[in-house]
C-alpha cells in the first residue's frame, strides 16, 4: 500500500473514532441530565415529606384526640377557673408579669379553640351524637342513645325531671333527651313517658305513642293523642 492510500486511510479511521465518542459524549451527557433531574425530584420530595411531617407532629401534639373527644375530656381547658380562697395575695409585680403572660396566651387560646372547632366539624361529618347535659358522644344507635338517657345524670331515674311526676309549670331541662307531652304541655323524661298522666284527659299515654317517640330518638317528644311533637334537646352533629 502506498503512503498516500495508508494516510487516507488513518484519517479514515480517525474521524470514525472521533464521531463514536461523540456518539458516546452525547449519551453521557443525556445520563447526566437525566441524573440531574432525578436528584432535583428527591430533593423536592424530600422537603415536601419534611414539611407535613413536622405539621402532622405539630397537629398531633396540640389537637385532643378522637378519644378524648368520646370522653370528654377536649375541652377540659374550657373549664372555668376558679379563685383559691387559701392562696397568698400576689406582689404587684407578679400580677403585672400574669398581665403580660395573659396577653399572650390569648392569641393561643384562640389558637386552639378554632382547631376544636374543626374537631366538631369532622364529627359532624362522621354523624356522632352529642349528650347536651354531660357532652359524652355516642353513635347514631337507638338501643345506645337508649341506654344512655336512662344513666345520664340529666335523664336518668335519678335527674331532677326522673323523679315523680312533673309539676304544670315544669319546663324541659335546657340540654338532654326530654320529651313533651302537646295535650297537657308537661315536660318529662323519656323514662317517665310511660308512667305520665295527662292533666286534661286523665289516662295514661299510649304505649303506641310511647314507641314512635323511640323510633325517633335523636328529636323525639310525643303527643298524648297520638301525634309526634318534634323537640330536639337531644342532638346529633350529624343532621
Not at 26 to 35: A, D, G, H, P
Not at 107 to 125: F, I, R, Y
Not at 139 to 159: M, R
Amino acid at each position: 500500500m502506498s503512503r498516500p492510500d495508508a494516510l487516507e486511510q488513518e484519517l479514515y479511521e480517525t474521524v470514525a473514532d472521533k464521531q463514536a465518542f461523540q456518539v458516546k459524549l452525547r449519551q453521557l451527557r443525556s445520563e447526566v441530565r437525566l441524573v440531574e433531574a432525578s436528584l432535583e425530584a428527591l430533593q423536592q420530595k424530600e422537603s415536601w415529606l419534611t414539611h407535613e411531617l413536622a405539621k402532622r407532629t405539630r397537629v398531633r401534639t396540640e389537637l385532643p384526640s378522637v378519644d378524648d373527644f368520646v370522653q370528654g375530656r377536649a375541652l377540659e381547658s374550657a373549664i372555668p377557673k376558679f379563685f383559691d380562697l387559701d392562696q397568698e395575695p400576689k406582689e404587684p409585680e407578679e400580677l403585672r408579669s400574669d398581665e403580660g403572660e395573659s396577653g399572650e396566651n390569648a392569641g393561643e387560646s384562640q389558637s386552639q379553640k378554632a382547631e376544636s372547632d374543626d374537631w366538631e366539624e369532622m364529627l359532624e361529618s362522621l354523624g356522632v351524637a352529642r349528650c347536651g347535659y354531660c357532652g359524652l358522644r355516642l353513635p347514631l344507635d337507638i338501643a345506645a342513645i337508649e341506654q344512655h338517657s336512662k344513666c345520664c345524670p340529666g335523664t336518668g331515674p335519678n335527674s331532677p325531671s326522673g323523679r315523680g311526676t312533673p309539676s304544670p309549670i315544669q319546663s324541659p331541662p335546657k340540654d338532654g333527651l326530654t320529651a313533651r307531652c302537646s295535650n297537657c304541655g308537661d315536660s318529662l323524661s323519656m323514662d317517665m313517658v310511660e308512667q305520665h298522666v295527662c292533666r286534661r284527659s286523665e289516662s295514661s299515654c299510649h304505649d303506641e305513642v310511647f314507641a314512635a317517640c323511640l323510633q325517633n330518638p335523636l328529636e323525639s317528644s310525643y303527643d298524648s293523642e297520638g301525634s309526634s311533637v318534634l323537640n330536639s334537646n337531644y342532638l346529633s352533629l350529624g343532621t
